[in-house]
């Protein structure tokens, strides 16, 4: 049984760098891609930020890039989202995602292409 748990949120104050960790067990990370999607109150869940099996291809959201850093450890089965300078807009549950990886599909940035999912963690940005 495919399962990733997140964890790393909590109250943070704008401008803080918290790291948010994504723990899988039931599948051979190297096999998938990882995402990053959060989901704001009153929102639909939006992508954040992805990484290809090897971590050699990353790609993000325009409203974190620069800002949040994506990264992996596949021979400890984590995947990892580094935030700095947070703001009040970051406020979200944060979901960790797994999308099974086929040579050449290059990087996934939609909802669709992920076939695991976490059960979020929050992050609360304060002023």
């Known amino acids: 049984q495919v399962q990733l748990v997140e964890s790393g949120g909590g109250l943070v104050q704008a401008g803080g760098s918290p790291r948010l960790s994504c723990g899988a067990s039931g599948l051979v990370l190297s096999n998938y891609a990882m995402g990053w999607f959060r989901q704001a109150p009153g929102k639909e869940r939006e992508f954040v930020a992805t990484i290809t099996w090897s971590g050699g291809t990353k790609y993000y959201a325009d409203s974190v890039k620069g800002r949040f850093t994506i990264s992996r450890e596949n021979a400890q089965n984590k995947v990892y989202l580094q935030m700095h300078h947070l703001k009040v807009e970051d406020t979200a549950v944060y979901y960790c995602?797994?999308?099974?990886?086929?040579?050449?599909?290059?990087?996934?940035?939609?909802?669709?292409?992920?076939?695991?999912w976490g059960q979020g963690t929050q992050v609360t940005v304060s002023s």
């Open positions: 995602a797994a999308g099974r990886q086929y040579y050449g599909s290059g990087y996934y940035a939609t909802a669709a292409e992920y076939d695991y």
